[in-house]
């Protein structure tokens, strides 16, 4: 499947994906997981699937500018983040995937207008059609249309791959690419990336910034849960309040002079077990993950006070998290989330905050962990938790 091409060819490719990051960095880390797959014949704008595989027909390669090439990686990791083989309401008709396709990129590009635009780019302005829908909006309209009996004035071949529609084609490769896990981390890692530099006051098309809030809303508000173990714990714990000399005290301006200490309370420990047993689906680990890209915000990442462990019938290395790129996880096989409370409470002093993300199919220990508040994070309906934990019902699966 894999046709060479000239050196050429690829310094092209390069430089298109060095364009691409250029002008969308906060798409960097999403362009650069697209794996190149070249293959023989007709291929035009560099299509996807859902394994983040992009393909690259050379005489497409060939004929395109750098710009072009760039735009279209831009586009087409849009379709792949914003999730559209999942969200495509239609069947393999040729007529529904077209129309979806035209729908979906009139969403991605509706974003894009900062940059050059290609000829055959679809925007909502081609479609006659107003800014700033979703692609459902877009794709209702456009089947309202062919209902009427109104055909597309425009008739050229539009298809961005099962990236776009969940479709398979049949010049997809069988080789392994990025799996479910791995293009939720991307896409939590590039959501992360863009509310950073909206932080920084960087330009963000409107539309990827409803993206990233949309992908980084928790189910669960964590913050509260935090601010509640503070409260009801470290509060009420005397000896965890201690002084330091990082911030001045509030009674230093009536002693000049001397230097005074502030009170300061320790930020809560949090450690969240993450069922990674057979049971859980690809659906429920990405929220698994959503969940715990929340808990890192409520915490504050520089502190460094999250730690994960991922757990089937076996608890497996804990891991202190930064951001959510760095999880590793493990797992795969049975059911027991026992040995993960074990770990939480063995891996050091025990934490103010236990939070287990599962879908409820598994033996708990008996009683609650001592000095440690426990809130489950149900991801399907019909799992159970112990009477002693607050259970937060998260999926629906």
């Known amino acids: 499947m894999n046709e060479p091409l000239s050196p050429e060819l690829w310094d092209k490719w390069a430089a298109a994906r060095v364009w691409a990051v250029a002008r969308a960095p906060y798409l960097s880390g ?14 035009r704008r560099f299509p996807v699937d859902t394994a983040w595989h992009v393909y690259v027909g050379a005489k497409e390669l060939e004929r395109r500018s750098v710009p072009e090439v760039g735009f279209w990686l831009i586009h087409q990791t849009g379709h792949l983040l914003r999730d559209h083989a999942r969200r495509y309401p239609g069947t393999n008709e040729r007529l529904e995937r077209r129309n979806w396709n035209l729908a979906a990129d009139a969403e991605i590009n509706d974003d894009l207008t900062d940059l050059p635009l290609p000829p055959d780019a679809i925007t909502p302005a081609r479609l006659e059609l107003p800014e700033g829908w979703t692609a459902e909006q877009y794709h209702q309209a456009l089947s309202v ?3 009427e009996g109104d055909r597309l004035r425009d008739e050229q071949p539009v298809d961005c791959g099962s990236g776009c529609d969940g479709q398979p084609r049949p010049w997809q490769t069988d080789r ?9 981390l991307t896409a939590l890692d590039t959501a992360r990336r863009i509310r950073e530099r ?4 960087d330009d963000i098309p409107a539309g990827w910034l409803r993206w990233a809030d949309q992908v980084l809303e928790p189910t669960i508000n964590w913050r509260r849960h935090l601010s509640t173990t503070i409260r009801h714990g ?14 001045p005290s509030r009674r230093a301006a009536a002693l000049p002079g001397i230097v005074l200490p ?8 949090v450690t969240v077990l993450i069922d990674t047993s057979g049971s859980i689906t690809e659906g429920m680990l990405g929220q698994a993950l959503a969940e715990v890209t929340g808990v890192l915000r409520a915490v504050g990442v520089g502190r460094r006070k999250v730690t994960v462990i991922s757990c089937d019938a076996q608890a497996y290395r804990p891991q202190t998290l930064a951001r959510i790129t760095d999880l590793r996880l493990g ?11 074990e770990a939480a409470q063995a891996s050091g002093p025990p934490p103010d905050l236990i939070i287990a993300l599962t879908d409820g199919r598994t033996p708990w220990p008996d009683r609650p962990p001592t000095r440690s508040r426990v809130v489950v994070g149900l991801l399907d309906k019909g799992g159970q938790a112990p009477a002693w934990a607050r259970t937060v019902q998260i999926g629906g699966e």
């Open 30 to 43: 999403a362009l650069l997981a697209l794996d190149p797959i070249v293959v023989p014949g007709e291929i």
């Open 176 to 184: 392994p690419g990025l799996s479910a896990t791995g293009a939720r």
């Open 145 to 147: 249309r062919v209902q």
């Open 262 to 269: 502030s009170l300061h309370r320790p930020a809560p420990s």
């Open 331 to 341: 797992g795969g096989g049975g059911t027991d989330l026992r040995a993960g409370f």
């Open 198 to 201: 909206l932080d920084a006051r």
């Open 234 to 247: 470290l509060a009420q714990a005397a000896g965890r309040v201690d002084y330091t000399y990082r911030t």
